[in-house]
């Protein structure tokens, strides 16, 4: 990065941390707000930290935030049918969605990594798998644990001869569009075949509502496979898988690996839809998990209650609302993502 893009950097960062200031004590607590009502819905993999944000912000603020966790697409629906006051999604939005939202913006609040669930009776070594065989086995091409692409990664583990019961969201899921970009960047015969999507046609499986329903398949079915936030894995005492990256490690789906794969980001488009699933091979990624990706808050740009919603993303995006999210392992955003967010929650203006 050039001196001039990085002095620009350092003055906008300091200009949103001023703006923040206003939200936010030196303390960490937020000023009290006039009232309301906020109501969020959408992406299950972000509701762990939206619950841990609403607990921490509403008596500060003075304010009752809510959220429900549906999943990313029935988000999406809600706040463009106008019946809640923000959506969350792990997936951006598609240029059609842009269109049917009337007038909405989105903007990065928080960044995770979904985890490869799995259930393996007896094993108490962490499994490797890599992007090309989880293709194969969400395509039904791999179809027993002891099978040789797996053994081969796997060296001294004695794995099961044990069906292979993959596990997939059924609903509208942003979880399913990271997992379904990253296949479909590392195998071409699963880009052909089923592609990158929020309710991905996979071929073979067995479907479950929300991240807490492919964890409960995986956890109550020996052998399964799935894909959930790693904090759902840590809730439900699932075991995860190492997942090799491009520089050749095994990376695990912790703050480390996720913060590697976002600082790749060097420019963020106008409507801050950004991708970050296996990130190249820099000295800089080697810890890099590849399977990694940011949740955006949809809002529109005219709001019914701008001030109070302003008000708690710029506590969401701070310091301290990031710092929130470590325990159940999300990342904190990079500054040039938190000036982003930041710059288009300043676009929202109270509705007429």
């Given at each position: 990065?050039?001196?001039?893009?990085?002095?620009?950097?350092?003055?906008?960062?300091?200009?949103?941390?001023?703006?923040?200031?206003?939200t936010?004590?030196?303390?960490?607590?937020?000023?009290?707000?006039?009232?309301?009502?906020?109501?969020?819905?959408?992406?299950?993999?972000?509701?762990?930290?939206?619950?841990?944000?609403?607990?921490?912000?509403?008596?500060?603020?003075?304010?009752?935030?809510?959220?429900?966790?549906?999943?990313?697409?029935?988000?999406?629906?809600?706040?463009?049918?106008?019946?809640?006051?923000?959506?969350?999604?792990?997936?951006?939005?598609?240029?059609?969605?842009?269109?049917?939202?009337?007038?909405?913006?989105?903007?990065?609040?928080?960044?995770?990594?979904?985890?490869?669930?799995?259930?393996?009776?007896?094993?108490?070594?962490?499994?490797?798998?890599?992007?090309?065989?989880?293709?194969?086995?969400?395509?039904?091409?791999?179809?027993?644990?002891?099978?040789?692409a797996?053994?081969?990664?796997?060296?001294?583990?004695?794995?099961?001869?044990?069906?292979?019961?993959?596990?997939?969201?059924?609903?509208?899921?942003?979880?399913?569009?990271?997992?379904?970009?990253?296949?479909?960047?590392?195998s071409?015969e699963?880009?052909?075949?089923?592609?990158?999507?929020?309710?991905?046609?996979?071929?073979?499986?067995?479907?479950?509502?929300?991240?807490?329903?492919?964890?409960?398949?995986?956890?109550?079915?020996?052998?399964?496979?799935?894909?959930?936030?790693?904090?759902?894995?840590?809730?439900?005492?699932?075991?995860?898988?190492?997942?090799?990256?491009?520089?050749?490690?095994?990376?695990?789906?912790?703050?480390r690996?996720?913060?590697?794969?976002a600082?790749?980001v060097?420019?963020?488009?106008?409507?801050?839809?950004?991708?970050?699933?296996?990130?190249?091979?820099?000295?800089?990624?080697?810890?890099?998990?590849?399977?990694?990706?940011?949740?955006?808050?949809?809002?529109?740009?005219?709001?019914?209650?701008?001030?109070?919603?302003?008000?708690?993303?710029?506590?969401?995006?701070?310091?301290?609302?990031?710092?929130?999210?470590?325990?159940?392992?999300?990342?904190?955003?990079?500054?040039n993502?938190?000036?982003?967010?930041?710059?288009?929650?300043?676009?929202?203006?109270?509705?007429?």
């Amino acid at each position: 990065m050039s001196t001039s893009r990085v002095r620009l950097l350092a003055v906008t960062v300091v200009a949103v941390l001023t703006a923040l200031a206003l939200t936010v004590t030196a303390t960490g607590g937020t000023k009290r707000s006039s009232g309301g009502n906020i109501v969020g819905a959408g992406s299950s993999f972000a509701a762990p930290l939206f619950t841990a944000w609403y607990q921490y912000y509403n008596p500060k603020a003075g304010v009752n935030v809510s959220y429900n966790s549906v999943g990313s697409g029935a988000g999406i629906a809600s706040i463009t049918a106008r019946t809640v006051d923000f959506g969350a999604s792990d997936a951006p939005l598609t240029p059609d969605q842009f269109t049917n939202c009337k007038g909405c913006v989105q903007f990065p609040v928080l960044l995770g990594a979904t985890a490869v669930l799995y259930n393996l009776p007896g094993i108490a070594q962490q499994i490797k798998l890599t992007g090309p065989v989880i293709a194969n086995i969400y395509l039904g091409k791999i179809t027993q644990w002891d099978d040789a692409a797996i053994k081969a990664l796997n060296s001294g583990v004695n794995l099961p001869s044990l069906k292979i019961t993959p596990a997939y969201r059924s609903d509208g899921s942003g979880t399913s569009y990271n997992f379904t970009d990253y296949l479909s960047k590392v195998s071409s015969e699963f880009a052909g075949k089923v592609g990158k999507s929020t309710q991905p046609p996979f071929p073979v499986g067995v479907g479950a509502r929300g991240s807490s329903g492919v964890s409960g398949v995986v956890k109550s079915t020996p052998g399964a496979i799935g894909y959930a936030d790693v904090a759902y894995a840590i809730t439900n005492k699932l075991r995860f898988a190492k997942i090799k990256n491009k520089t050749g490690v095994f990376a695990t789906p912790g703050i480390r690996g996720a913060a590697a794969a976002a600082s790749t980001v060097k420019t963020i488009p106008p409507d801050n839809a950004i991708s970050i699933v296996d990130p190249p091979a820099t000295k800089n990624t080697k810890l890099a998990y590849p399977i990694a990706t940011f949740t955006w808050a949809i809002v529109p740009i005219e709001a019914k209650n701008a001030k109070e919603v302003k008000q708690f993303f710029l506590f969401a995006i701070s310091k301290t609302g990031q710092a929130l999210g470590t325990k159940l392992l999300y990342t904190p955003m990079p500054k040039n993502i938190q000036v982003a967010s930041a710059k288009t929650i300043a676009k929202i203006h109270q509705a007429t």
